[in-house]
């Protein structure tokens, strides 16, 4: 049964950084494209960040773009989320989650399956 596993996050000031880790168990992450997903209290679950399966299509939300990194460490079996110059906008839920529905958007929640347990990220001084 494929699980991912998510580690990191936490609370950090504005401007500072945070790494998110998503690890596959039951699962080759390499094998899959794999997203991040956020949701604040009182608002819809929003894709932040994709990596698709070969790593040639990196797909990036314009609110985190040119802060946030997706990774792939296939002798980990990780996938990982860098985030820099965090905003208190920032705080959030984040979950990753494997894509299986490739036909749907890339920011479509209901394409992915086997979704992280979730980890709490706030932001603030």
């Known amino acids: 049964q494929a699980q991912l596993v998510q580690s990191g996050g936490g609370l950090v000031q504005p401007g500072g950084s945070l790494r998110l880790s998503c690890a596959g168990s039951?699962?080759?992450?390499?094998?899959?494209?794999v997203g991040w997903f956020r949701q604040a209290p009182g608002k819809e679950r929003e894709g932040i960040s994709c990596r698709s399966r070969g790593g040639r299509s990196l797909f990036y939300a314009d609110s985190v773009k040119g802060r946030f990194t997706i990774s792939r460490d296939n002798a980990k079996n990780t996938v990982d989320l860098q985030m820099n110059s965090l905003k208190p906008e920032d705080t959030a839920v984040y979950y990753c989650?494997?894509?299986?529905?490739?036909?749907?958007?890339?920011?479509?929640?209901?394409?992915?399956?086997?979704w992280g347990q979730g980890t709490q990220v706030t932001v603030s001084s």
């Open positions: 989650a494997r894509r299986v529905g490739t036909w749907r958007g890339v920011w479509d929640p209901h394409g992915y399956d086997s």
């Open positions: 039951g699962v080759t992450l390499e094998d899959y494209a």
